[in-house]
Each structure stands twice: as structure tokens, then as C-alpha cells.
Nanobody
Framework: QVQLVESGGGLVQAGGSLRLSCTAS????????MAWFRQAPGKEREFVAAIGWSDTSTDYTDSVKGRFTISKDNAKNTVYLQMNSLKAEDTAVYYC??????????????????WGQGTQVTVSS
């Protein structure tokens, strides 16, 4: 059984930083692409960042490029999202997701078949 558990969310002032973590069980992350999505109140879930199973490829939505960094520690089976220079518009519930075995990274939610429960990030302006 695959389980993803996120942590690290919270309340931060604009311009501050947070690091989200997502630890997986039931899958070895070294063979699966991982992604972060977010959903703000009243909005659809949107892609934030993804990292390939081999760690050589990453992708970001334009609004977070240069501010967010996705990384992975295969020994800890954990994926991270370092978020710097946070803005009020980054406020959302953040979800991690795991893709299919040896698949390429993708920004479409439909390409990820297991999801975490989400962690709230609130940025005050």
C-alpha cells in the first residue's frame, strides 16, 4: 500500500520561507517521478513542481521559478519543496503525488496516481 505523508506547512509572512516534506512508504522514490501540486480556496488544483525518478530533471510552474526548489533524498524516501520569497498568492493546500514506475515527469495531475493528504501553507501580506 502506498502512503504519502506531507509536513512542514504553516503560517509565514510574505518574503519568508518554508520547506515542505513528503515521505513515502510502499514505493521506492528512486524509480518514480514525484510532484507537488497546490489548491487555493475556490480554485482548481494546480501543478507546482516535479522531479524525475533519476533526479536529473525538474519542472516548475512559471509563477514559482526562481523561488521554489524541488529535491529528493532517496535514502530517506522523501521529496522536499523549498519555498523562498513567499507571496500571499502562494497560500494554498499543498499536495505531493507519486507518478508511475520510471515515467517521465509531467505537470498533469492525471499522471500521478497516489496523493498525500495535503499540508496548509498560509502567507500573510
Amino acid at each position: 500500500q502506498v502512503q504519502l505523508v506531507e509536513s512542514g506547512g504553516g503560517l509565514v509572512q510574505a518574503g519568508g520561507s518554508l520547506r515542505l516534506s513528503c515521505t513515502a512508504s510502499g514505493r521506492t522514490l528512486s524509480r518514480y517521478p514525484m510532484a507537488w501540486f497546490r489548491q487555493a480556496p475556490g480554485k482548481e488544483r494546480e501543478f507546482v513542481a516535479a522531479i524525475g525518478w533519476s533526479d536529473t530533471s525538474t519542472d516548475y510552474t512559471d509563477s514559482v521559478k526562481g523561488r521554489f526548489t524541488i529535491s529528493k533524498d532517496n535514502a530517506k524516501n522523501t521529496v522536499y519543496l523549498q519555498m523562498n520569497s513567499l507571496k500571499a498568492e502562494d497560500t494554498a493546500v499543498y499536495y505531493c503525488a507519486i507518478g508511475r514506475f520510471l515515467a517521465t515527469i509531467d505537470s498533469r495531475a492525471s499522471m500521478y496516481n497516489y496523493w498525500g493528504q495535503g499540508t496548509q501553507v498560509t502567507v500573510s501580506s
